[in-house]
């Protein structure tokens, strides 16, 4: 189906586009009432994820209620741990747990290479019903962890501020790590095939611990298994979005991916200059959203004409924070909108 907004997808292949599209990520849920609402009707965060109608209806909520140009479906990267035979839980203000870890040649022996549609056919149902129900008004984005931040979460446990048990295997068993790591690989890709075969229109990938690793280490155990997704997915746009990962920018120029994602430690300017032909997408500090009006405008107008007009997707240099006031995403969006629209207009 022809898209009647498809500027996402023109800025990510680079094309001219007439302003800079505009998303933000963890848009499905976190800072809506009306998301609030609906995982109540669930039951549980994982219930929301499991159930299709009701994930298609949260990650559809952001494009009716904030007008963003893309919908990302609603779903969670730990969703191929499970897969792989490693379930996990949601608690309440801690975050997803995980009541096993990996620790030894005999539990990475004990988990198996997720398929696709066998075990997270609910997600490719979402994806579906998304799709249908958004009627071709914006593109769908599909995502997946990166192998290395889905290792970290495997192995520690939960999240961290150090993930030490996670990184002490790349040092101590490294040949072990290398294991998980393309079991992770191989299960993402045939998770990623499965969403481009429900009909996504872009995918992206979060590293999102990324910036917990040296140069040498991201280098080895994070950016060789980003390389052999982007190999393998030539279906669709792909976007790295490598949370921390500022000193990877000149390798991350070789992989085989439209759009690379920045943090706000990262500068458009640096970044342009050793990622010449690739779409980049960012970077305003979430916080700038609990400034007032005037200041947000001003942050964003800022960030728009650090990276210019054309490839440039904007967005977040993280996700969006749960206490952020929708009100304040709407004029970050809005500002995007006219201030993009106002310069390609005085380009002419
Ligand atoms: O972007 C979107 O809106 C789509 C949905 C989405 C979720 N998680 C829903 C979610 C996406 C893309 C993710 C990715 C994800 N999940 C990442 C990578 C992105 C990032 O922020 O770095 C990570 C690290 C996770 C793991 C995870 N899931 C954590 C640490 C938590 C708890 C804290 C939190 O809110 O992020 C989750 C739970 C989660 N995933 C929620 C949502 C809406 C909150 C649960 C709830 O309160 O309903």
Same mark, same amino acid.
């Not at 995980?98 to 609910?122: C, R, V």
């Not at 996670?166 to 998770?191: F, G, W």
């Not at 690739?278 to 990276?307: R, W």
């Not at 929708?326 to 201030?339: E, H, L, M």
């Given at each position: ?10 800025? =990510? ?28 009707? =669930? ?27 893309? +919908? ?32 030894? =040649? ?17 997600? +490719? ?42 990184? =002490?295997? $790349? ?77 990877? $920018? ?11 994602? $920045? ?5 458009? +300017? ?18 700038? $959203? ?59």
């Amino acid at each position: 189906m022809q898209l009647q907004n498809d500027l996402l997808l023109r800025a =990510a292949k680079g094309e001219y586009t007439e302003r800079t599209p505009v998303w933000l990520m963890r848009q499905a849920g976190r800072i809506l009432k009306e998301y609030r609402a609906t995982r109540e009707k =669930a039951g549980s965060f994982i219930q929301l994820v499991t159930n299709p109608e009701l994930a298609a209806e949260v990650t559809i909520q952001p494009v009716d209620l904030l007008c963003v140009d893309a +919908a990302i479906i609603f779903s969670d990267i730990l969703v191929i741990p499970e897969a792989m035979g490693l379930p996990y839980v949601m608690e309440e203000k801690k975050g997803p747990q995980f009541p096993n870890t990996i620790q030894s =040649a005999a539990d990475i022996d004990k988990l198996h290479i997720a398929q696709g549609e066998e075990e997270l056919g609910y997600v +490719a149902e979402a994806l579906r019903i998304t799709k249908r129900e958004l009627n071709g008004r914006v593109p769908l984005i599909g995502f997946a962890g990166a192998p290395f931040t889905i290792f970290a979460y495997m192995v520690e446990g939960s999240g961290s501020k150090t993930f030490s048990k996670a990184k =002490a295997m $790349l040092y101590r068993e490294p040949v072990l790590a290398h294991q998980l790591l393309q079991k992770i690989t191989d299960s993402t890709i045939n998770y990623l095939k499965m969403q481009i075969t429900a009909g996504v229109d872009i995918l992206q990938l979060f590293d999102s611990w990324a910036g917990v690793l040296s140069p040498e280490a991201y280098s080895e155990f994070s950016l060789a298994y980003i390389s052999q997704i982007c190999d393998a997915i030539t279906e669709v746009p792909v976007t790295v979005f490598a949370k921390g990962a500022f000193f990877a $920018l000149p390798e991350m120029a070789n992989l085989n991916c439209r759009t690379i994602g $920045l943090d706000w430690n990262m500068s458009a +300017a640096d970044a342009r200059k050793v990622l010449p032909n690739h779409t980049l997408q960012g970077n305003l500090d979430p916080c700038v $959203l609990y400034a007032e009006p005037q200041q947000i405008v001003k942050q964003t107008k800022a960030m728009i004409d650090s990276f210019g007009i054309g490839k440039h997707i904007a967005n977040l240099g993280h996700g969006v924070y749960p206490d952020i006031n929708p009100d304040a995403v709407r004029i970050f969006i809005d500002t995007v909108k006219t201030y993009s629209a106002e310069k390609v207009a005085q380009s002419k």
